[in-house]
Each structure stands twice: as structure tokens, then as C-alpha cells.
């Protein structure tokens, strides 16, 4: 039985309760966090928060939460569920009011609420071995730089992906991959790494913002922009990158064996250099 967060109380999970006129519930009008935990310690955590008010900025929510508040509720929930490798979900939603196209005028309370979830980070199989993605259109709507829990097409994209075998889906629009059901995507070329520039078409992940600079420690040069399923295909390498996957190498891609169909080494040292920096900073 996990201890969660909801509106600065901490509940059993089976007695945490939103109201039925959420805005998060009836127009997914909330944004989200996903903070890896490693070792009993947050990774990224500033990061992520710059990243929440980023998302009710541009939503154009009216309050604002603190972060000593969030830090001090994700330090007590790894503390009371015993976390020592996983995840910290945290939504906050622009809260309860009738129910209307029309956003609120009025500030109101946002709903805020966040649980813990136990997961492999460090020796994941998909880490070892590789995942296997196949492509699928983009049908996601415009605005994918702001964390949302719009996430419907994303859960179907990545359902039917592991429908047909495979582990993920990565999005096509109009010929060019934007990013994976829930991660960001990069190929490796030689000694050239690309990755999608960061536009509203995708998440600009903050695991990409710190294996961007990993990636530059370990002397490769990353070019940032749009790359097609061709130049997947015929690279040397590819990974993904995510708070929970961190830097998790693709062997896959559609029918095309990436690297032998095994992770490269160049995804392996990236891999671990990002742990070692990560764990350094982790708080
Ligand atoms: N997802 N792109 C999308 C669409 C994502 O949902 C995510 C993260 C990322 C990577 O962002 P970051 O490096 O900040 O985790 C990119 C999280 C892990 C999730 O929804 O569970």
C-alpha cells in the first residue's frame, strides 16, 4: 500500500480522491513530471521543475507552486514508500470548477497530487539488450513542447506498437521523426549524433538537455535537427532518452537491424556517462 500526495495531504493510495469536476479530469487542462529516483535521490529534479512552470505558463495557469513545497512532498513520499529506484509522478491540474469550454477567469486552486512507482532504472533489460520501435504518423496535436497528460494517442501509438511485437513507436510527421511515445529520440552516424531540434512538435526532454552536454564531454558533434526513417535506418546507432529510460539504445527500427540488431558501444559509454553525471547532481 503506497503512501501518495494529494493537495498538500498524504493519503493510503485507495483513499486519494479528486473531485469528478476536475479540469484535469474533463479536458486533460493539467501538465505533468515524471523525476527518476536512483539510489533514494531525485535526478534533474531543478530541471524538471523549470519545466512544470513552463507548462502553466504557456497554459496560462494563474498559481504558481512553490518548489520547496513539491521537494519537500517528493522527499517525504520516497521516504514513506522506502523508494529506492523508480520514479515520482506529479500532475498538477488547473483545478475544480464547473464544468466549461471557457477557462476560469478567476484564480483558482490547482489540484496537485503525486505518487511513486518502483522501477528498474539502472539494469532494465531494455538497457541491455535494446528495444525494438516501429514508425507510425504523428497524429498528436501541436503543441507537444508543453507536458501535458493529453497523452490518449500517445498510449495508442505505444499499444500498438507492443501489439505487433515491437517496444515503442516513434512518430512520423510529414517524413521527419519527431520523438517516441514518450521519449526523445537520436541516431548515431559516424562520429555525428542527431537529434530533432526542439520546436513545439516535441518535448524538449530534460534527459536530452543533459545528454546533450555528455555527448559533447565524450567528443562527439550533435546536430540538432529533423532526420528521417531512412536516416534511421542506415545509422550506426540509435537510442532513446527519457527520465526512466534514460539513455536506452534501439537495436530496431520498422524491418532494419540498427547496429547488428545489438547496442552500439558509443550508446553504452554515452549511457553510462550520463549515470555518472546524473548521480552527481542527484539530490
Ligand atoms: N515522458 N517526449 C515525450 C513525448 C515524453 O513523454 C517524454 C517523457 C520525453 C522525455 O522527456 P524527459 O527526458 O524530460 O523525461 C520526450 C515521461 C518519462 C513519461 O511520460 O513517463
Partial sequence: MRKVYVNGDFKNEDEA????????????????????????????FNHHMKRLDR???????????????????HRKLIEFNNLKEGMIYTQVTRGVVDRSFDMPKDVIKPTVLAFTQEKKILESDAAKNGIKVMTLE????????????????ASMAKSEATAKGFDDAWMLRQGYITEGSSN?????KGKIIMTRHSDNLILSGITREAVLKCAKDLGYEIVTKNFTLQDAQSANEAFITSATALVTPVVKINTSKIGGGKPGNFVKALRAEYIKQALETAI
Fill in 17 to 44: 480522491k479528486v473531485s469528478i469536476f476536475d479540469r484535469g479530469l474533463l479536458f486533460s487542462d493539467s501538465i505533468y513530471e515524471v523525476t527518476s529516483v536512483i539510489d533514494g535521490k531525485l535526478i534533474d
Fill in 55 to 73: 507548462s502553466m505558463t504557456e497554459l496560462k495557469f494563474k498559481s504558481f507552486i512553490n518548489h520547496d513545497e513539491i521537494l519537500e512532498f
Fill in 138 to 153: 504523428d497524429m498528436r496535436w501541436k503543441r507537444n513542447d508543453i507536458k501535458t497528460t493529453q497523452l490518449l494517442y
Fill in 184 to 188: 526523445n529520440v537520436w541516431i548515431v
